[in-house]
């Protein structure tokens, strides 16, 4: 059964890059053709699409947050990362990873638990 | 890209049926019958509930259903039973490799 497991620091402080890896386990990040990708949520908000990213390396954005967000994928570690840069209080968020696919306009059917970033000095 | 429009609550009684409505514009739920929707309990993760306008994933109970008009997508939950008491979200692909979210819903059972 596959799953993902985000990972990173708790707590970043402002104007700095925010950097969390989510990790595939019961199955090859690369075996098949999906889209892998970052969801937010402020705490008591809304849940945000902040990008994704092919199997291949292709990466799709949101318009909002393009200019800060760079997300790549180590098929070698099973694994896929986000970086968000110049934070401040707004990005404090519950991020997620999750897959979707085969085709990018798919949901996103398998997610991992979640891990609460904390934006401050 | 804007939020999609939810209200932010509905009830219902055990075994009753409750509707959320979920209102974009042509560029997004009006345009394409990638609507999607997610049941989100406390602390946890989202959890796919519907695709494609109105398609339940395996293991989903049937009394979840979908259903689109125009900019405006709906989830019905029909015989309402306790653990559906959840937050539920819609989303819509928006077009150019872009996705967007609704605010979300709180749905208690009273």
């Known amino acids: 059964q596959l799953r993902l497991q985000e990972s990173g620091p708790g707590l970043v402080k402002p104007s700095e890059t925010l950097s969390l890896i989510c990790t595939v386990s019961g199955g090859s990040i690369s075996s098949s053709s999906y889209f892998w990708g970052w969801i937010r949520q402020p705490p008591g908000k809304g849940l945000e699409w902040i990008g994704s990213i092919y199997y291949s390396g292709s990466t799709y954005y949101s318009p909002s947050l393009k200019s800060r967000v760079t997300i790549s994928v180590d098929t070698s570690k099973n694994q896929f990362s986000l970086q968000l840069s110049s934070v401040t209080a707004a990005d404090t968020a519950v991020f997620y990873c999750?897959?979707?696919?085969?085709?990018?306009?798919?949901?996103?059917?398998?997610w991992g638990q979640g891990t609460l970033v904390t934006v401050s000095s | 890209q804007s939020a999609l429009t939810q209200p932010p609550s509905a009830s219902g009684s055990p075994g009753q049926s409750v509707t959320i409505s979920c209102t974009g514009t042509s560029s997004d739920v009006g345009g394409y019958n990638y609507v999607s929707w997610y049941q989100q309990h406390t602390g946890k993760a989202p959890k796919l509930i519907i695709y494609?306008?109105?398609k339940r994933p395996s293991g989903v109970p049937d009394r979840f259903s979908g259903s689109k008009s125009g900019n405006t997508a709906s989830l019905t939950i029909s015989g309402l039973q306790a653990e559906d008491e959840a937050d539920y979200y819609c989303s819509s692909y928006a077009g150019s490799n872009n996705f967007v979210f609704g605010i979300g819903t709180k749905v208690t059972v009273l």
């Open positions: 494609e306008v109105s």
């Open positions: 999750a897959r979707h696919g085969p085709y990018i306009v798919a949901p996103f059917d398998i």
